[in-house]
């Protein structure tokens, strides 16, 4: 009944301090990105049509994929790297290519930080064993009440 034996693989700091450096690195990434958006939202420089359809759809699959799916992770990232291909065959105005630049290193990081975090899963692991025992007692709790 020693609840701490059983949940010493989860208690183990340092199997969490890779994943919360990384988790910190992909915040900081996040918050690259939001800080270009909002500088480029200012200008009225608009997106060629190859990079404003294809990165925002990738930006949310990429977004739903660091939930926990490194198969998902992996595939936004062969897509980012196609965008990059693709976005050097266009010809968008000067001041856009830095936009462009940003956004994509900033999504790469953040899809490089995160595949190892969506494969460790932490928020799918099992409830340690005394919240399960709490969680018991307030269910019979509420049947008797």
């Known amino acids: 009944m020693n609840s701490r034996r059983s949940a010493r693989e989860l208690r183990d700091p340092d199997r969490w301090r890779d994943l ?6 992909a915040v ?3 918050r690259s990105m939001a800080r270009t958006l909002g500088y480029h939202s200012a200008s009225q420089d608009q997106w060629d049509p190859g990079f404003r359809d294809r990165w925002p759809r ?3 699959d990429a977004g739903r994929a ?3 799916d490194p198969r998902a992770i992996r595939s936004a990232r062969e897509r980012l790297t196609t965008l990059v291909v693709d976005v050097g065959d266009l010809d968008p105005k000067p001041g856009l290519w830095p936009v462009y ?3 994509t290193i900033n999504l790469r990081n953040i899809l490089d930080a995160m595949d190892e975090v969506a494969a460790a899963n932490p928020l799918d692991q099992p409830p340690l064993p005394m919240a399960r025992m709490r969680e018991r007692g307030r269910s019979a709790r509420r049947r008797q009440g």
Not at 20 to 25: G, H, I, T
């Open 20 to 25: 919360l450096r990384r988790l910190e690195q």
């Open 28 to 30: 900081a990434d996040t």
């Open 58 to 60: 990738l930006l949310g």
């Open 66 to 68: 660091v939930a926990a």
């Open 101 to 103: 630049g940003a956004l």
